[in-house]
């Protein structure tokens, strides 16, 4: 195991290497989330079309076959004792002229959800951006700790050697040395468990990106030194990061264009009240057949009845709405209603967004001052080893109290790569909030 844990970074160095940038563009194209919210868009396209094609005329046709026993009507339209069959055929056809700008206000009202559903899409993608972000530090975080766990594991396999000289010379005793080997297998442990957590790391990476070949997966390791001096120079406050979301987050425009949605389905629900004018027009014709003719009589030919028989109309029909049992006037109060809904959605987004924007900063000024305490502290432990290390090489000093400086110097060198990748975070999210790409 430990073997393998040695050559984990090796290994992980002979295997394609992926940006952050790359791994936030992999993640756009097959995260089934994101898919869903494209799919939930190209319906409200369709929705779209199906309104606006609702202008255009419609268009019937019609074909009866019926046959008659009995006492029947003829052609002429006569009743008389006889078995026949009438054959018709009609195209019937009719436009909406005016229905109180009911269509025009439901076109511009479905766009409107449209632009709203382009935005739900959008905000779906900075949510699987930051995601996959906070994934890639962790991936870095979790090999900066393996790598740590390696340092202080040849520090421990260097203290067993210096105790094994100082037994060896008299100085210490042989108990000290059971001791030093004994804190070199916890630390074994601990590499152990550092490289499954730099495994895990990259597990839950992959699989936000829905990327299935996690064996020949890596991530490219940037300059965090220059990354940490640029974010710490970058910070903005919040009120200047707030002023930019309110004009860029999808969150707020999608609530916007919902509540002028709102008000466009309001105007269409008042459509009803008005009268509707409907143009029309058809054609139609039959063919009459007697089976009960007298002898020398016959029926009329299919020419000359299709000849005689053809009808044309058109004509004008206005809908004048009396009383629809208040469904009219209920769709308008619901159509208020939800426009006071949208108004409150908005409002909530807007201050939703300012909490987060107040957090975000608050956040990575804690972080940034954590990052500076810890480097300190981080600088302190690693003179206290050295002074210790040289007492115990003199024999000045015993094991148990080397190992805990030892122990310190991993704990101050752990607690600063932490510090530093949340840093990272949230000073990403911070000038994500202002605007700045996240790579």
Same mark, same amino acid.
């Given at each position: 195991?430990?073997?393998?844990?040695?050559?984990?970074?090796?290994?992980?160095?002979?295997?394609?290497?992926?940006?952050?940038?790359?791994?936030?563009?992999?993640? !756009?194209?097959?995260?089934?989330?994101?898919?869903?919210?494209?799919?939930?868009?190209?319906?409200?396209?369709?929705?779209?079309?199906?309104?606006?094609?609702?202008?255009?005329?419609?268009?019937?046709?019609?074909?009866?076959?019926?046959?008659?026993?009995?006492?029947?009507?003829?052609?002429?339209?006569?009743?008389?004792?006889?078995?026949?069959?009438?054959?018709?055929?009609?195209?019937?056809?009719?436009?909406?002229?005016?229905?109180?700008?009911?269509?025009?206000?439901?076109?511009?009202?479905?766009?409107?959800?449209?632009?709203?559903?382009?935005?739900?899409? $959008?905000?779906?993608?900075?949510?699987?951006?930051?995601? &996959?972000?906070?994934?890639?530090?962790? &991936?870095?975080?979790?090999?900066?700790?393996?790598?740590? %766990?390696?340092?202080?594991?040849?520090?421990?396999?260097?203290?067993?050697?210096?105790?094994?000289?100082?037994?060896?010379?008299?100085?210490?005793?042989?108990?000290?040395?059971?001791?030093?080997?004994?804190?070199?297998?916890?630390?074994?442990?601990?590499?152990? /468990?550092?490289?499954?957590?730099?495994?895990?790391?990259?597990?839950?990476?992959?699989?936000?990106?829905?990327?299935?070949?996690?064996?020949?997966?890596?991530?490219?390791?940037?300059?965090?030194?220059? !990354?940490?001096?640029?974010?710490? =120079?970058?910070?903005?406050?919040?009120?200047?990061?707030?002023?930019?979301?309110?004009?860029?987050?999808?969150?707020?425009?999608?609530? /916007?264009?919902?509540?002028?949605?709102?008000?466009?389905?309001?105007?269409?629900?008042?459509? =009803?009240?008005?009268?509707?004018?409907?143009?029309?027009?058809?054609?139609?014709?039959?063919?009459?057949?007697?089976?009960?003719?007298?002898?020398? !009589?016959?029926?009329?030919?299919? #020419?000359?009845?299709?000849?005689?028989?053809?009808?044309?109309?058109?004509?004008?029909?206005?809908?004048?709405?009396?009383?629809?049992?208040?469904?009219?006037?209920?769709?308008?109060?619901?159509?208020?209603?939800?426009?006071?809904?949208?108004?409150?959605?908005?409002?909530?987004?807007?201050?939703?967004?300012?909490?987060?924007?107040?957090?975000?900063?608050?956040?990575?000024?804690?972080?940034?001052?954590?990052?500076?305490?810890?480097?300190?502290?981080?600088?302190?432990?690693?003179?206290?080893? /050295?002074?210790?290390?040289?007492?115990? /090489? #003199?024999?000045?000093?015993?094991?148990?109290?080397?190992?805990?400086?030892?122990?310190?110097?991993? =704990?101050?060198?752990?607690?600063? %790569?932490?510090?530093?990748?949340?840093?990272?975070?949230?000073?990403?999210?911070?000038?994500?909030? $202002?605007?700045?790409?996240?790579?």
């Amino acid at each position: 195991m430990l073997f393998f844990s040695g050559s984990l970074l090796t290994a992980q160095s002979q295997k394609k290497a992926w940006t952050l940038e790359e791994c936030i563009e992999y993640a !756009m194209e097959n995260n089934i989330g994101v898919k869903r919210y494209e799919l939930a868009k190209e319906n409200q396209e369709i929705t779209v079309e199906t309104t606006r094609f609702s202008r255009l005329p419609d268009l019937s046709a019609n074909v009866g076959q019926t046959f008659y026993f009995g006492r029947t009507p003829d052609r002429d339209g006569v009743y008389q004792d006889q078995t026949g069959s009438n054959s018709s055929l009609g195209i019937n056809t009719s436009v909406n002229l005016f229905s109180g700008f009911q269509v025009t206000n439901q076109i511009k009202a479905d766009k409107l959800e449209l632009q709203a559903a382009v935005e739900d899409l $959008n905000r779906a993608r900075e949510d699987l951006s930051l995601a &996959v972000t906070g994934y890639y530090l962790q &991936v870095l975080l979790s090999r900066e700790l393996y790598e740590i %766990a390696l340092d202080q594991l040849e520090l421990n396999k260097k203290q067993v050697e210096q105790t094994r000289l100082l037994v060896e010379a008299g100085k210490s005793s042989e108990s000290d040395l059971y001791d030093a080997k004994s804190s070199l297998a916890q630390q074994e442990m601990q590499v152990t /468990e550092s490289a499954n957590n730099f495994q895990l790391a990259l597990l839950d990476l992959t699989q936000t990106m829905n990327l299935p070949d996690v064996e020949n997966f890596d991530v490219a390791l940037p300059d965090v030194s220059d !990354m940490i001096s640029r974010e710490a =120079a970058g910070l903005v406050m919040p009120a200047q990061a707030y002023h930019v979301s309110l004009l860029q987050r999808p969150a707020i425009k999608a609530a /916007e264009y919902r509540l002028e949605g709102s008000e466009m389905s309001l105007k269409a629900a008042k459509g =009803a009240y008005y009268p509707s004018l409907r143009l029309g027009a058809g054609y139609s014709n039959s063919y009459y057949y007697n089976y009960s003719l007298a002898a020398g !009589m016959s029926n009329a030919s299919l #020419a000359d009845q299709l000849a005689q028989n053809s009808a044309q109309s058109i004509g004008l029909s206005l809908s004048v709405p009396l009383f629809n049992k208040m469904a009219t006037r209920n769709r308008v109060r619901s159509a208020r209603l939800n426009i006071e809904n949208q108004e409150l959605l908005l409002s909530q987004a807007k201050q939703d967004l300012y909490k987060e924007v107040q957090q975000a900063y608050y956040n990575a000024v804690a972080a940034h001052e954590k990052y500076k305490s810890s480097e300190t502290a981080v600088e302190a432990a690693s003179l206290a080893y /050295e002074f210790e290390e040289q007492k115990y /090489e #003199a024999g000045r000093s015993n094991i148990y109290t080397f190992d805990q400086v030892r122990l310190r110097l991993s =704990a101050a060198r752990s607690e600063t %790569a932490q510090a530093k990748y949340n840093f990272l975070f949230r000073s990403r999210i911070l000038a994500f909030y $202002n605007g700045v790409s996240l790579f």
